[in-house]
């Protein structure tokens, strides 16, 4: 059974950093894209990012392009989403979710809130 | 890069059936679309793919009652004898080469 769990969710000021993980299980995680979408309190899902599963492409929504950054690692079966220059527009539950073309799997999300 | 649109709301009466629309922008007619359903409160959950031709492919443990379909620009999603717990907000998603892009949700009431 595909599980996909975050974590590193929190509480941050304006201008800080959050890295985000998503632990993999239940499929061969180093042979598909995965993807962070997210959701702002009481509106829809938004795409933030996608990576291949050699990590040679990575592709950014532009509200999110320069500040963060998607990464991988196969060998551990985690995806990670390091955010910079966090603005209190980046508050919202976090989704990782297993890309087969598009998303098939969601994990249960991490809650990320920047506020002074 | 591709566009889709959903209506904000759509309500149905219990046990009738409802069928939800994306539409896919001008020139992206021919994308794959998958829906997802999210129930209050809770992270969302893939429900199919539609492809242009009209053939879908279902999620694991997604009853019976959901369907898909396509004509033109437009995906839909059809579900049968409603239930309560079918009341959520549905998305879809579509992708190219480089981005993807979800429409803005319908919220489902069932009656």
């Known amino acids: 059974e595909v599980h996909l769990l975050e974590s590193g969710g929190g509480f941050v000021q304006p201008g800080g950093s959050l890295r985000l993980s998503c632990a993999a299980s239940g499929f061969t995680f180093s042979s598909y894209a995965m993807n962070w979408a997210r959701q702002a309190p009481g509106k829809g899902l938004e795409w933030v990012s996608a990576?291949?599963?050699?990590?040679?492409?990575?592709y950014y929504a532009d509200s999110v392009k320069g500040r963060f950054t998607i990464t991988r690692d196969n060998s551990k079966n985690t995806l990670y989403l390091q955010m910079d220059s966090l603005r209190a527009e980046d508050t919202a539950v976090y989704y990782c979710g297993k890309v087969s073309h598009l998303v098939d799997y969601w994990g249960q999300g991490t809650l990320v809130s920047v506020s002074s | 890069q591709p566009v889709v649109t959903q209506s904000s709301s759509a309500s149905a009466s219990l046990g009738s059936s409802v069928k939800l629309t994306c539409t896919l922008s001008?020139?992206?007619?021919?994308?794959?679309i998958a829906w997802h359903q999210q129930q209050p409160g809770k992270a969302p959950r893939y429900l199919m793919k539609v492809e242009g031709s009209g053939n879908y492919n279902k999620g694991g443990g997604v009853p019976d009652r959901f369907s898909g379909s396509s004509s033109g620009a437009d995906r839909y999603l059809t579900i049968s004898n409603l239930q309560s717990e079918d009341e959520a907000d549905y998305y879809c998603?579509?992708?190219?080469?480089?981005?993807?892009?979800f429409g803005g949700g319908t919220k489902l009431t069932v009656l």
């Open positions: 990576i291949s599963d050699n990590s040679v492409y990575t």
């Open positions: 998603e579509t992708s190219d080469s480089s981005t993807r892009v």
């Open positions: 001008s020139g992206h007619s021919s994308y794959i």
